[in-house]
């Protein structure tokens, strides 16, 4: 098991920068692939970030040059630095580690843009 605790979240205002972390705990031994996911009202959930054990990343077209995505495999933790916020990047946003058995997911945390 995994568990995964978000924090960071919180209100940013358009053009400014917010940084999310998620701290794993558990089997982390196990974790091949940590990133984040997000949810915006009426809207499905999406990928935003992930991270590989091996460095690389994947981002959706909508972030790419504005979020960036790290990790800190001696803390177990995942980053997400979110700069240039648009109103459109307001969501929940889910932290996740995957496994071969499965992916784990964070409780999620509030990220609201506006002005």
């Known amino acids: 098991q995994v568990q995964l605790v978000e924090s960071g979240g919180g209100l940013g205002q358009p053009g400014g920068s917010l940084r999310l972390s998620c701290e794993a705990s558990?089997?982390?031994?196990?974790?091949?692939?940590m990133g984040w996911h997000r949810q915006a009202p009426g809207k499905e959930r999406e990928l935003v970030a992930r991270?590989?054990?091996?460095?690389?990343?994947d981002y959706t077209d909508s972030v790419k040059g504005r979020f960036t995505i790290s990790r800190d495999n001696a803390k177990n933790t995942v980053y997400l630095q979110m700069d240039s916020l648009k109103p459109e990047d307001t969501a929940i946003y889910y932290c996740?580690?995957?496994?071969?058995?499965?992916?784990?997911w964070g409780q999620g945390t509030q990220v609201t843009v506006s002005s």
């Open positions: 996740t580690a995957g496994t071969y058995a499965r992916v784990y």
């Open positions: 558990g089997s982390t031994f196990s974790i091949h692939t």
């Open positions: 991270m590989r054990n091996s460095g690389s990343a």
